[in-house]
């Protein structure tokens, strides 16, 4: 049998569980991957406590997660490039991958460069692919200063870092407990809270050119308060603001491919992008581990082992 984390109403981390479900059989087309590293996501504890009912509601019972890396263990009819024992990376759109094994597309899969750890491997679909589309929409050029919220939790550790490989002087609002690796990458680290607004314009005095909001409220207002044109400014995470003021929201769903997370999973083996991994939990864990995710001041990615 394998084991899932599933839940049957929305509510806390309480209504989480992990049961026992049939072991999951490919059919065409598909792998059957057992999970070794599977990322969590703010996002999941959003849909698990109904926050997103109206955009992305959940059906009872539910399974949770997109993100993961593992070993092929079944194939399907038709698949072909892809055999028993591949270590593979990759995703799903069923909300499956916090589980021991899952069934994928094959499109969905990659090979797990074997240089890069599970964790990382296992942490990079949700993450890596959103902080990829929000740099990309605001079209950064060499020169630019760019202003990102959030920007040492798992999206924002990557999109300062894709921006820096740009020559983006970048500055980043984050705690003070994040400023050193901020430093350590070439980020001007500056607090979130009262008088952000002045700390940002003393620290860019010739102006801000873009702006990744990766938090939420005010931030998309700091922005226009900054001068930023409104399609040089994304967020992921506060839509009325896109109504209001005609800015991006461009995150997860437009650059969700399996070519995107291959892309990144290379960079990290250059070297030339680091995943900080801030903790690791067993799947019976689940809770706890969302638990931590949930205080909203992660440093880069919390990964569940099934
Ligand atoms: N639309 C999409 O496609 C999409 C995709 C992925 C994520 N998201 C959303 O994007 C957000 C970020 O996701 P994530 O995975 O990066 O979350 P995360 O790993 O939990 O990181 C959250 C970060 O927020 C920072 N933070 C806390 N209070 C802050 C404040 N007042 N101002 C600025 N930053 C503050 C924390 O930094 P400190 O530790 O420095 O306080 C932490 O690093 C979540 O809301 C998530 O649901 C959207």
Do not use: C
Not at 23 to 48: H, L
Request: glycine share 12%.
């Amino acid at each position: 049998m394998a084991q899932v984390v599933r839940f049957d109403r929305y509510g806390d981390v309480d209504v989480l569980d992990v049961v026992e479900a049939p072991d999951p059989v490919a059919g065409p087309g598909q792998v059957v991957v057992q999970v070794v590293a599977a990322g969590i996501n703010p996002g999941e504890g959003k849909i698990r406590s109904g926050l997103l009912h109206e955009v992305f509601p959940a059906t009872f019972p539910s399974g949770q997660g997109s993100d993961l890396a593992g070993r092929v263990v079944g194939i399907g009819e038709g698949v072909s490039g892809v055999a028993v024992g591949d270590e593979v990376l990759g995703f799903t759109n069923e909300r499956a991958s916090h589980a021991t094994h899952v069934v994928v597309p094959v499109e969905q899969v990659a090979p797990k460069p074997a240089g890069l750890s599970w964790d990382v491997a296992g942490s990079l679909f949700v993450a890596g692919t959103t902080a990829f589309a929000a740099v990309r929409s605001v079209r950064p050029e060499a020169g630019d200063t760019i202003v990102v919220s959030g920007a040492a939790g798992g999206v924002g550790s990557l999109v300062v870092q894709l921006l820096r490989a740009r020559d983006v002087t970048v500055i980043g609002i984050a705690g003070t407990g994040n400023h050193e690796w901020l430093r350590s990458l070439g980020v001007t680290p500056v607090t979130y809270g009262d008088g952000l607004a002045d700390r940002i314009r003393a620290t860019a005095p010739d102006g801000v050119d873009a702006f990744i909001d990766l938090y939420g409220p005010d931030y998309v207002e700091l922005a226009i308060e900054l001068g930023v044109q409104p399609d040089r400014i994304d967020t992921i995470a506060d839509f009325a603001a896109v109504a209001k003021y005609g800015v991006k929201a461009e995150g997860n769903g437009a650059a969700d491919t399996i070519d995107v997370v291959s892309e990144l999973a290379d960079q990290v083996v250059a070297g030339k992008l680091e995943v900080p991994v801030a903790a690791v939990y067993p799947l019976a864990d689940v809770r706890a581990a969302f638990t931590e995710l949930e205080h909203g001041h992660t440093h880069g990615k919390i990964v569940l082992h099934p």
